[in-house]
């Protein structure tokens, strides 16, 4: 059961452009969600947060939405960078459970 | 600072063998964490332990899949018999304590193909 869901697998955006990533989740008990970014043959690492008592954060160039109405986040990539190339997760933890649901990640390719 | 450290970072073996892959986490982070990552597909967690003992291994599957922490520093996953089905990236994480996502770092992870 994918309780966390990137629909979209692929996405590519000319330099300079705004990326828009969105995920998707089904467990209302999810308080808090992650991004992360992946390289080829590194691990994930944390990129930004926010927590369901919020509707944004923002973060340099990063900026995550959230949607709890509509169980849907995004992060939002302005400007987009050749070095923002890499592949996105989202995920989401229900505090109490210490458990971290990621998504299946989308591959972001920022065309120079 | 160093990072996560994980070994071997490919291993290849036939089904029904046995393997280990082995995590050093960032000195000090008390909580370490593996995750199973197959093709197409997000981290999905394995196990976490906070120090030497076990948070949350309610995804281990514990027939053949085995994990240890001694003196809450590196740890040891290890798959007994393998099976098809096991071929995936095996993370290693750690963070300084429960609950600290943002603090989360991976290692490179151990690819594991099972023929």
Redesign the interface.
Known sequence: DQQ?KQNSPSLSVQEGRISILNCDYTNSMFD?F?WYKKYP??????LI?ISSIKDKNEDGRFTVFLNKSAKHLSLHIVPSQPGDSAVY?C?A?H?GA????????TRLTVIP | EAG?AQSPRYKIIEKRQSVAFWCNPISGHATLYWYQQIL??????LI?FQNNGV??D??LPKDRFSAERLKGVDSTLKIQPAKLEDSAVY?C?SSPG??S?????????TRLTVL
């Open positions: 966390v808090y992650l043959a590194e691990g994930p690492t944390f947060s997760f995920a933890i505090t210490n458990n971290l649901f990621f998504g299946t990640g | 996560v197409g597909q997000g981290p999905k967690l976490q948070v949350d309610s995804q993370l994480a429960l609950g996502y943002n603090e989360q770092f991976f290692g490179p992870g």
